[in-house]
């Protein structure tokens, strides 16, 4: 199993920038398959971004394609969202997510078995 736990999530205006930190407990982190998905106010939960599990696939949405990069320091047991040009639709409760099933990147949240608490991002215009 592993425990995720995010942080760096925090209010920002319009067209700033955000680095957001997932640290997962365990020692088989880099066997995991690892996503960033929000969660707006009324709102489901969707799909932000996602990387295999050596790193080499990286799939984004539409939504933040360009703007949005995840990566992952295997030797940290952190995976990273580096969120620029932050707009209002931005806001949400950010998760990350992760899973072993899949050597690749997935962006349907029913592959992940594993999800952080989530912190919150919100975006002032």
């Known amino acids: 199993q592993v425990q995720l736990v995010e942080s760096g999530g925090g209010s920002v205006q319009a067209g700033d920038s955000l680095r957001l930190s997932c640290a997962a407990s365990g020692r088989t982190f880099s066997t995991y398959s690892l996503g960033w998905f929000r969660q707006a106010p009324g709102n489901l939960r969707e799909f932000v971004t996602a990387i295999s599990w050596r790193g080499g696939t990286t799939y984004y949405a539409d939504s933040v394609k360009g703007r949005f990069t995840i990566s992952r320091d295997n030797a940290k047991n952190t995976v990273y969202l580096q969120m620029n040009s932050l707009k209002p639709d931005d806001t949400a409760v950010y998760y990350c997510?992760?899973?072993?099933?899949?050597?690749?990147?997935?962006?349907?949240?029913?592959?992940?078995?594993?999800w952080g608490q989530g912190t919150q991002v919100p975006v002032s215009s």
């Open positions: 997510a992760a899973t072993q099933a899949l050597r690749s990147a997935s962006d349907s949240e029913f592959h992940y078995s594993y």
